[in-house]
């Protein structure tokens, strides 16, 4: 427990001069440590359940900005969709039509970025580029705005594999921006690999463990 303020300032310091911002991940963690890195300013923290961030947001300050980074499920979009800030792992084009129904039914706008499948892993959720091209026939939908892309790299050591993997989804990015407007976030970058993300044109990088410390896992995903 307690974070690293060291960390912060030094993450900080890098993100700056690099133009790119941070989403402090506090999935996990008690929100006396979400409060504290608040209190040195930053407002923008990442969960990854649905329960759990409902929670957490009903408790802390009304100014900070929640962005969702889990796999959301459609049933549970309407419990995040009067608050959420930014949803990042949007993986389908039904998950998008619900968040779109929500945000109506909310009077606001929602909005999303649009994951994309760039790991060798099976396990990690994302569209392909071909999928990609499909969903963008359907576009727009009522109160979403696309604001990019998120990806995240294959969990190895290997950083020739990651580099390639974050590059190619930079391609992707750079390539959607000339076709859809509201598109100028790239969110890639973690613990492990944020720099390499950064060199490769992330302008967004979701960060936990450097900040709060390890988790203990298992978590239920609630
Ligand atoms: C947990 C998580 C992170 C943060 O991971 P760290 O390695 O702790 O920085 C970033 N992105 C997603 C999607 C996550 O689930």
Redesign the pocket.
Known sequence: MGINTTAYQQILTELTSANAQLVA?S?TKPVEDIAALYALGQIDF?E?YVQELVEKQAVLPKQIRWHF??HLQTNKVKYIAPFVSLI??VDSFKLLKEISKQAVKNNRTIDCLLQIHIATEESKFGFSVEELQALQLELPLPNIVIKGLMG?ATNTDQTSVIAAEFASLQQLYLSLKKEIPSIDTLSMG???DYQLAIQNGSNMV?????LFGA?NYPTTSI
Do not use: T
Request: aromatic share 0%; net charge positive.
């Open positions: 991940v999935k990442g990854n980074i889990g990042h792992g995240m973690m613990s492990g979701r960060i936990g463990s450097l988790r």
